[in-house]
């Protein structure tokens, strides 16, 4: 079963790429392709390999380095989601031997990773047939919203009060000052909405963008493919909120959020999430909201369940490198109870 590797940017028309099943917007191959060209430094030397027979993909994993003789998952912040290209586990068993060899590695972090997917134990299994020691980690609490079926009325009538006054109230008050939102997927508009998403962006609490060249490309990614609902709220002619929406397969996810500090008053982004919230459930009707990353106390407003994404790091014990952070890690678990016992 041969197994190759090759640069990300150089395969983009390959007959593997044309082969390449994405579950989600960041393990397409054009997202990865993305990543490489625009957010990830040179001597991360993003590469896939991957492992095929009689012209099937058995097997693909697309990576990065992450320091002297380690390897990770191809992603950086900017990743909700990874996963593998995996249709057998023995195809991956081998393309791993064959990887870490080729490229010295002692250490393999795939992550962030979803457990409900099959892949994931999958994934573990293939690790264990290549002779790696495999541990699992926590990364980050994912809000979510189940939506099939669900109108916005009802989905509204289940929030905090709390919330609903606040759109209740700001809502009028916006509308009355001139405030107005639009929600933009592509077309002659996009250009200013993206201006405008930036304005609002380098006006708001975030820190500047380590890759500036990175959600400007995303954004015309997903207008291209009809995902991208960008939606800006005004007052007046003034950006003062702005988010970012990727809706795939009935998947909604909501990517980035950012309104202006000094117009906080308004509730814009509160009112600019209900309004994109309407959208996806009664004119798209989606079968999923996602949050995406992390445990934000506003999230449980918006959404009503929670599960976990998380990473898988391997050792190559028959490496000295590896054998000693292998050690480490056992040790490093099994101390845990210990010091939460002293801690009590």
């Known amino acids: 079963m041969p197994c190759h590797?090759?640069?990300?940017?150089?395969?983009?028309?390959?007959?593997m790429a044309q082969a390449w099943q994405a579950s989600s917007f960041d393990t397409e191959w054009a997202w990865f392709r993305l990543l490489a060209r625009t957010a990830l430094?040179?001597?991360s030397a993003p590469a896939l390999w991957y492992a095929d027979a009689d012209g099937q993909l058995l097997a693909g994993l697309p990576v990065r380095r992450d320091g002297p003789r380690r390897l990770a998952a191809l992603g950086n912040f900017y990743?909700?989601?990874?996963?593998?290209?995996?249709?057998?586990?023995a195809a991956m068993?081998?393309?791993?031997?064959?990887?870490?060899?080729?490229?010295?590695a002692y250490s393999l972090d795939l992550q962030p990773m979803a457990p409900e997917d099959s892949r994931f134990e999958a994934m573990r299994t293939a690790l264990a047939g290549a002779g790696l020691v495999c541990f699992d980690y926590f990364c980050f609490g994912n809000w979510y919203l189940p939506a099939r079926g669900l109108r916005y009325d009802d989905y509204l009538a289940g929030r905090p009060g709390s919330l609903r006054s606040t759109l209740k109230r700001k809502g009028k008050k916006f509308a009355a000052a001139g405030g107005?939102?639009?929600?933009?997927?592509?077309?002659?508009?996009?250009d200013g909405a993206m201006a405008a998403y930036q304005q609002v962006y380098d006006a708001s609490w975030k820190?500047?963008?380590?890759?500036?060249?990175?959600?400007?490309?995303?954004?015309?990614?997903?207008?291209?493919?009809?995902?991208?609902?960008?939606?800006?709220?005004?007052?007046?002619?003034?950006?003062?909120?702005?988010?970012?929406?990727?809706?795939?397969?009935?998947?909604?996810?909501?990517?980035?959020?950012?309104?202006?500090?000094?117009?906080?008053?308004?509730?814009?982004?509160?009112?600019l999430t209900a309004a994109l919230m309407?959208?996806?459930?009664?004119?798209?009707?989606?079968?999923?909201?996602?949050?995406?990353?992390?445990?934000?106390?506003?999230?449980?407003?918006?959404?009503?369940?929670?599960?976990?994404r998380r990473g898988l790091r391997a050792y190559d014990p028959r490496r000295w490198r590896g054998a000693m952070a292998t050690l480490g890690e056992m040790l490093r678990r099994a101390a845990r109870p210990l010091v939460a016992r002293w801690q009590r």
Request: glycine share 8%; charged share 30%; with cysteine.
């Open 207 to 271: 820190r500047t963008e380590p890759f500036p060249d990175f959600m400007p490309g995303f954004m015309r990614l997903c207008a291209e493919r009809g995902w991208l609902r960008l939606g800006v709220a005004r007052l007046g002619e003034v950006p003062i909120a702005a988010q970012v929406w990727v809706v795939r397969d009935g998947h909604a996810a909501i990517y980035k959020l950012a309104y202006d500090d000094a117009q906080g008053e308004w509730s814009a982004g509160s009112l």
């Open 93 to 104: 068993s081998a393309l791993l031997r064959e990887m870490m060899a080729a490229e010295r």
């Open 41 to 43: 430094p040179p001597e």
């Open 180 to 190: 107005r939102i639009e929600i933009v997927s592509g077309g002659a508009e996009l």
């Open 278 to 308: 309407r959208r996806m459930l009664d004119e798209e009707q989606v079968d999923e909201v996602d949050y995406l990353i992390g445990d934000d106390a506003y999230k449980r407003d918006w959404m009503t369940h929670r599960r976990e």
């Open 5 to 15: 590797r090759i640069n990300v940017d150089e395969a983009g028309e390959a007959p």
């Open 79 to 89: 990743t909700a989601s990874f996963a593998p290209q995996l249709r057998s586990v």
